[in-house]
Structures are given as C-alpha cells and as structure tokens.
Nanobody, 124 residues
Framework: QVQLVESGGGLVQAGGSLRLSCAAS????????MAWFRQAPGKEREFVAA????????YYGDSVKGRLTISRDNAKNTLYLQMIVLKPEDTAVYYCAAKRIGISFYSRDNYVYWGQGTQVTVSS
C-alpha cells in the first residue's frame, strides 16, 4: 500500500506560479510511474502530466504543455508539479497518482494509488 499526500495548492492570480508536491510513503516510490490529474467542478478528472520511474520520460496534456513541468526526487519520495503562467481554467483539485498498470499514461483507470488532492484556484 502506498499513501500519497499532496500539498502546495492555494489561491493565485492569473499569470502567477505554484509548485505542488506529492509525498509518498513506502519504499516502492522509485519503481512507479507517477502522474498528476486534475478535476474542475462538474468536469471529468483530466490528465495533466506523467513521469516514468527514473524520470527520463515525461508526458503532458495538451492544455498544459509549456506551462507545467512534472519532476520527481526519488531520494525524497516526492513528486512535483511546477506551474507557471497560470490561467483561471487551471482552477481544479489536483491529484497525485501512482503505479501505472496499463499501457496508457493518460488514463485515470491505469493508476492504482491516489492522493486526496489539493485545491488550486486561479483568479482573473
């Protein structure tokens, strides 16, 4: 069992920046593909970014390319999401996910473990 705890969310003005963190328990963090998803009110949970276990490969949703950067520190069991040039449409609860079990990096159904989420609100 892996526990994931997100932090770093908050209220920010459009054009601002935030860095989200996801702290993972256990010794298996470094073996898992990790990902960020987000869910806005009334919408489906949306893929944001994913990173392979060694950090060599990253994948992004089309709406965040160039503005959000996923990274990880396996020594600290921590996943990050650096967000810049934030827009009101980035407002959502951001979730950390671990352990991909299917081929697609983009499908929420392919991740086993989830955090509780952290709220990001971008004001215009």
């Amino acid at each position: 069992q892996v526990q994931l705890v997100e932090s770093g969310g908050g209220l920010v003005q459009a054009g601002g920046s935030l860095r989200l963190s996801c702290a993972a328990s256990g010794r298996t963090f470094s073996t898992y593909t990790m990902a960020w998803f987000r869910q806005a009110p009334g919408k489906e949970r949306e893929f944001v970014a994913a990173i392979t276990s060694n950090g060599d490969n990253t994948y992004y949703g089309d709406s965040v390319k160039g503005r959000l950067t996923i990274s990880r520190d396996n020594a600290k069991n921590t996943l990050y999401l650096q967000m810049i040039v934030l827009k009101p449409e980035d407002t959502a609860v951001y979730y950390c996910a671990a352990k991909r079990i299917g081929i697609s990096f983009y499908s929420r159904d392919n991740y086993v473990y989830w955090g509780q989420g952290t709220q990001v609100t971008v004001s215009s």
